[in-house]
């Protein structure tokens, strides 16, 4: 993890200086030093370079943070999860943020997209770096935004991306999809649920 993290770090610097540099002579340095990252991160995951330089260094502009957002819903005490196809593990509802919406609006879209239920947003309950939550490692920065939902409609409906749809008490979870969310971050989501006092973050 700490190799990646420098990988990443690497990756940023050679991305801002692609865009603000004026010198040939440094834009040519900075374009060897995103290679130096993108061959480094073959290396480390086995991936095709091919690859990596498309997922990993393809865009540009000042690199920032990706944003995920994640709904948090409850009935009768018990927590909606989805079962997600590409790993058959489960998760909260939710996805990377789209251009053109609000993070909210997001939540209703991905908990309407992945689970067949209409929802309304109640409150911010967490924002946290996914590098400091005990996820496996990403070759991206996220940013991830938890928020506290209501049902107001709808009913249990698979989709593309999910098989199942199902609600789970705390002490009975499923085996979580671990890229998307941690058993850590759904117990502090229940207990910020229970005494919604104050917004988690880091």
């Known amino acids: ?81 989805v079962k997600e196809k590409s790993d058959g593990k489960w998760s909260l509802p939710g996805g990377w943020c789209d251009v053109g919406y609000s993070p909210s609006q997001m939540a209703i879209k991905e908990v309407w997209e992945e689970s067949g239920y209409k929802v309304e947003v109640l409150k911010l309950l967490a924002l946290y770096d996914k590098e400091c939550h005990g996820h496996p490692m990403d070759i991206y920065h996220v940013y991830k935004l938890f928020f506290l939902c209501n049902i107001v409609g709808g009913e249990a409906k698979s989709s593309i991306e999910t098989s199942e749809i199902d609600f789970f008490s705390m002490e009975e979870l499923p085996e979580l999809s671990l890229n998307r969310n941690t058993y850590e971050q759904l117990e502090k989501v229940y207990r910020l649920y229970k005494n919604p006092t104050h917004t988690d973050f880091d």
């Open 1 to 81: 993890m700490d190799i990646l993290a420098y990988i990443k770090r690497i990756q940023a610097i050679a991305q801002g200086g692609l865009t603000y540099s004026q010198s040939e002579y440094d834009l040519e340095r900075y374009e060897e030093l995103r290679q130096i990252s993108v061959e480094m991160l073959a290396k480390l995951s086995n991936e095709p370079i091919e690859k990596i330089k498309i997922e990993f260094a393809s865009e540009k502009g000042y690199q920032t943070p990706k944003v995920d957002v994640r709904a948090v819903c409850f009935k009768d005490n018990k927590i909606l999860l």
